[in-house]
């Protein structure tokens, strides 16, 4: 019943008092509605006025209100509403979900009708309460939606509607309380596909993919079949972990129940899966083979793909495909398009993309889209271009355009502008004095160099919400059964650990000891990488590690964190695919590295921000990391 009301029958006191007259006018009114048809329903509106059945008939009354609500046309609706002289509940709910549908002002707007009716005297149903907590989700009005919850466990009503059930799951899961929506669907005496749909959902919104997947498996362990929305979520969640294997497996299950012709939201979770998973070819065989419907987000979704791998030439190809089939582009595909102009190196193309978006399509430019030309001019060493760029930008004072210009112009100088500007608009900056880090260790100048780290320590230790961020940080790898394998560094909790450092010591044993098959290739590699580089316990190196123990040889492992990947890190993993002999996918923020016999695709450089396209970073914490030895880690598991 969620903001869509069926009227069958109108009961009053235990008494059906619709008549035959009532029905052919309210299924006149209701086809209206549907086809929003807003001429013929106003000229039965017309002739109900005429005859006089509106103030006999609430059931008209509630019809020709939902009617008005479903064509937009709330304020005609509230008029019809008021024009009544025995309002009862179903007519207010007729108004309640017609303004729980329309946007988040009018959520508001369905609070407020909720409060007059009670007011009125009027007691709340099932169907009130359902569209209520849908404006209190779309709101993240969680005070109000827990007062909604004990106002609806003090009447008993959850124990007869699994609607109004599925519903509270909803309100929790959109205000960010996934603890309290997974109990509230535990407690729910019935639960079927929506109610776990609407929780898994809730999940990936949030970007919690490894509970998404643990949902999908309760469910169907309950014997639950999922249907195209549960789908669509676990496809997403498989997206955020990397689940690859997982996957195909429900990529599989969509194409064998016939789904995927049916459901172009189905279609676009399955581009975006495999293009977030560095799979392009397989995100353009579907595309190109398995959709017989596409729409600007699945060319978005691939374009993404793409712009993550820095496939300018592809971007561009899709672009052009896209508007011959007859697409529009909107403001994210030229975002996608720019970020991948500003990580091949294509200035000129960018630019005249830039301009067709303002000229010939009038979408307006946003930061991130100023952002991204001041990434390609500075990596291309137009420093003057990048300016002009951004003086013409609505507002200078955005500290990630300026970052974005001190990590582009790191190759060609001119630093001292960019870092200035970032430090006054955001001293907690951590990048920044990064960046800067790295260019004085890379010139020699030490001394330089450490006190940047000293400051970031400093004003970074002051900002409390990145240093949570920082606490946080993970990387995970996901099995052919979806369960995620999560680590953070120097993680000793995982039950294979003693295995896991094992395998990173067997690693580094052949780094140290050159490989045998190729020693020139090993030497050129190394660069400064030391066997304590390939030990330390960064997350991706143990996620790494996990995934060789659990797969074949020969096996592409595929591993996601919520960070950028270092400069040693990436090093060192060009290594393992060389030495292990197996293709390593690793997406961070915004960048994603495919290794394959020793080398990236990226060419040995990461990116970060929205397009940006940088030398890789500097790993700050090695120094202590570093100092960890071996045998610390040896006598550690030992220990234990």
């Avoid at 309640?96 to 009125?120: K, P, T, V």
């Avoid at 362990?221 to 972990?241: D, H, M, Q, Y």
């Avoid at 560095?278 to 729409?295: F, H, P, T």
């Avoid at 993309?353 to 010939?360: G, R, V, W």
Wanted: glycine share 8%.
């Amino acid at each position: 019943m969620s903001g869509e009301l069926s009227f069958t029958r109108y009961v009053k006191n235990g008494e059906e008092i619709a008549s035959e007259r009532d029905v052919e006018f309210v299924e006149s009114l209701k086809a209206c509605a549907k086809r929003k048809d807003l001429y013929a329903g106003k000229s039965l509106h017309d002739e109900v006025l005429k005859k006089g059945f509106l103030e006999k008939s609430p059931y008209i009354a509630a019809t020709l209100i939902h009617m008005y609500a479903k064509c937009g046309v709330l304020l005609k609706a509230e008029q019809v509403l008021e024009e009544m002289h025995g309002r009862d509940v179903v007519c207010w709910n007729a108004l309640i979900a017609g303004h729980a549908n329309h946007g988040r002002q009018q959520f508001y707007e369905a609070l407020s009708c909720f409060e007059r009716m009670q007011q009125e005297g009027i007691y709340p149903d099932a169907v009130t309460f359902t569209c209520i907590l849908k404006s209190c989700g779309s709101m993240r009005a969680i005070d109000k939606g827990k007062q909604i919850h004990n106002e609806i466990v003090s009447r008993g009503l959850l124990e007869k509607n699994i609607v109004l059930g599925n519903a509270l799951v909803d309100m929790y899961a959109k205000c960010g309380h996934l603890t309290k929506a997974a109990q509230v669907l535990e407690e729910l005496p019935v639960r079927n596909v929506v109610s776990w749909s609407t929780l898994i959902s809730g999940y990936v919104q949030a970007g919690k993919g490894n509970e998404a997947l643990n949902c999908f498996a309760l469910m169907q362990r309950e014997g639950i079949s999922p249907n195209r929305v549960t789908f669509s979520s676990i496809l997403k969640a498989c997206g955020i972990t990397g689940a690859i294997e997982k996957g195909k497996q429900i990529h599989e299950e969509v194409v064998n129940k016939g789904l995927l012709q049916k459901s172009i939201m189905l279609g676009n979770a399955l581009v975006d899966m495999y293009a977030k998973c560095g799979l392009l070819n397989k995100a353009r065989q579907v595309l190109d083979e398995e959709l017989s419907i596409r729409d600007v987000a699945t060319w978005n979704a691939l374009i993404g793909g793409y712009a993550l791998q820095g496939h300018g030439h592809e971007a561009l190809k899709c672009l052009q495909q896209m508007q011959d089939d007859g697409l529009s582009p909107n403001s994210i595909t030229f975002l996608c398009v720019l970020s991948a102009c500003s990580r091949s190196g294509l200035s000129k193309e960018a630019q005249t993309i830039f301009n067709d978006m303002t000229l010939k399509h009038g979408i307006a430019a946003t930061m991130e889209h100023h952002t991204c030309m001041v990434i390609v001019f500075g990596c291309v060493g137009l420093f003057e271009n990048a300016m002009s760029v951004i003086k013409v930008m609505p507002s200078s004072d955005y500290s990630e355009v300026w970052l974005a210009l001190l990590g582009a112009c790191k190759k060609w100088g001119n630093l001292e502008l960019a870092f200035d500007q970032v430090v006054q608009l955001d001293n907690t900056c951590t990048q920044a004095y990064v960046h800067m880090a790295n260019i004085f260790a890379s010139a020699g100048m030490q001394d330089d160099a450490e006190r940047l780290e000293m400051l970031r320590l400093k004003y970074g230790a002051n900002d409390k919400k990145k240093k949570k961020k920082k606490q946080g940080k993970k990387s995970m790898w996901a099995d052919a059964s979806g369960i995620v394998h999560s680590f953070s560094f120097g993680d000793t909790k995982h039950s294979q650990i003693k295995g896991i450092y094992a395998k990173l010591n067997a690693i580094a044993l052949k780094v140290s000891q050159g490989c045998s098959s190729n020693p020139d290739w090993v030497s050129n590699h190394m660069m400064d990488v030391k066997r304590k580089d390939v030990l330390c316990g960064h997350s991706d190196k143990l996620a790494i590690a996990c995934a060789l123990l659990n797969t074949s040889q020969g096996e592409s492992i595929h591993i996601v964190n919520n960070m950028h990947l270092c400069e040693h890190c990436h090093i060192s993993i060009s290594l393992i695919s060389r030495m292990e002999k197996r293709k390593i996918v690793v997406r961070g923020l915004n960048e994603l590295h495919v290794f394959e016999d020793g080398e990236c695709a990226c060419g040995g450089l990461t990116w970060t921000g929205p397009g940006v396209h940088l030398p890789s970073l500097y790993c700050f914490e090695r120094q202590r990391l570093y100092a960890q030895d071996w045998t610390t880690h040896a006598g550690t598991m030992k220990d234990k």
